[in-house]
């Protein structure tokens, strides 16, 4: 079974920048689509970014042109570096991969703490 651990979460001042880490098991990971998935306190969970197994890109509207979301394969890592943090952006971030010709989901990491506060 494939595994993904999240790091790289902490608390940082409005304005500031995190870079997420997402590691993954297994030999098959150049395959997947990579999502990042974020979850606040009482609300849905959200997609954030996706990253398809051809380096493609999307970002939902609200961190377009603070988020950037990419990959290296040869360390089975995706990656989400957070720029000009806002409160409304604390939350649990999940990683997530999933088959990109069937959208079968393959996982889904444990999540990590963004708080963005002063």
């Known amino acids: 079974q494939v595994q993904f651990v999240e790091s790289g979460g902490g608390l940082v001042q409005p304005g500031g920048s995190l870079r997420l880490s997402c590691a993954a098991s297994?030999?098959?990971?150049?395959?997947?689509?990579m999502d990042w998935y974020r979850q606040a306190p009482e609300k849905a969970r959200e997609l954030v970014a996706t990253?398809?197994?051809?380096?493609?890109?999307n970002y939902a509207d609200s961190v377009k042109g603070r988020f950037t979301i990419s990959r290296d394969n040869a360390k089975n890592t995706v990656y989400l570096q957070m720029n000009s943090l806002k409160p409304e952006d604390t939350a649990v971030y999940y990683c997530?991969?999933?088959?990109?010709?069937?959208?079968?989901?393959?996982?889904w990491g444990r999540g990590t703490q963004v708080t963005v506060s002063s």
């Open positions: 297994g030999s098959r990971f150049s395959m997947y689509t």
């Open positions: 997530r991969a999933s088959q990109t010709i069937t959208h079968f989901v393959v996982g």
């Open positions: 990253i398809t197994n051809g380096g493609n890109t």
